[in-house]
């Protein structure tokens, strides 16, 4: 690997390292894909799709998922299983990660305003972290405060980012809001102009967090939905992005064609030369939930489906009626079904982001 702008390649990157990565993708023409994560089981099956083609992932959990790694049955009253689960699959994910022998950039996914106490947590978790291994647990945090008016988004993250700018940490924030539902959060009724935001809202997110440090990200809205509906309703115009970085860098009187960090969220079920026009314009970071979602239960499903007489009984198939089935129902057989079908899934989006082989 001759990725020499890190300064880590294997495992977590954090601080530098993930500016640095994300320039590469700018100047190679790849984005990233950020996967969620509820799991051991989904974690890895990302990391191995990953790993095998020789490209960076991004691992993240989001609000609902975080509780989930914390274990379902754990109550969430003050964000307690969301906090507890991110800290578990931080640890985690670092732990296992160097394995794998890529870039993983360690993120938590949509942070609303209802979730701040969510954030604190992680961000103590972040801070306490720091002191021991001088980096913090998590390479970067999305805040959305979308849903709020832009000055109160705008603000509330320049507060947050310059408690994270201390540890060298990226922020993602949203601006414009990301149609459909996802995690709990309804956004299929709001009026379709906040589905597209203007490039003068974008640089004025630049405006405030650029002088705390150049670590930060922006999903700004161009008809993005998240979730896969009928196409037609709200009209993706990733061209817009385009046009974010031409005002930004004509603003900056820079020579730097792409100034901006720009992230594309509710990429499930969009086409490919959708990608692909979002990536050549700017994007660097592409989440995909919803389809890898549904991947890793086709494997699941199939599974069920081919050895339904073998797994109704702990003994008795079609082959016998004394045959032991135990091979058939130990979870590392069809669990890893579905982690073979949510790992081809991510290759394939690997392929279309155009990631493939940039660890070479
Ligand atoms: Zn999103």
Known sequence: MTLDFLSRKTGVIVGDDVKNLFKYAHEKGFAIPAINVTSSSTAVAALEA???????IIL?????????????????????????????????????APTYGIPVILHSDHCAKKLLQWFDGMLAADEAYYKEHGEPLFSSHMLDLSAENDDYNISTCAKYFKRMAKMDQWLEMEIGITGGEEDGVDNGHVHKSALYTSSETVF????????????????????NVHGVYKPGNVVLQPKLLGEHEKYAKAKLGTKEDKP???????????????????????????NLDTDTQYAYLTGIRDYVLKYKDYIMSQVG???????????????????????????????KALITFNAVGQLN
Not at 70 to 85: C, R
């Open 317 to 347: 198939n079609p082959e016998g009626a004394d045959l032991p089935n135990k091979k058939y129902y130990d979870p590392r057989n069809w669990v890893r079904e579905g982690e073979k079908t949510m790992s081809a899934r991510i290759n």
């Open 50 to 56: 990953a790993r095998d083609a020789n490209s960076p």
């Open 204 to 223: 004025s997110v630049y405006e405030a967090l650029a002088p705390i440090s150049a670590n930060f990200s922006i999903a700004a809205a161009f008809g």
């Open 60 to 96: 993240q959990t989001s609000n609902g998922g975080a509780a989930y790694f914390a274990g379902k049955g754990v109550s969430n009253k003050d964000q307690k299983a969301s906090i507890a689960g991110a800290v578990a699959a931080g640890n985690y994910i670092r732990s296992i």
């Open 260 to 286: 901006l960090f720009l992230v594309f969220h509710g990429g499930s079920g969009s086409t490919e030369q959708e990608f692909k026009t979002a990536i050549d314009l700017g994007v660097v970071k592409v």
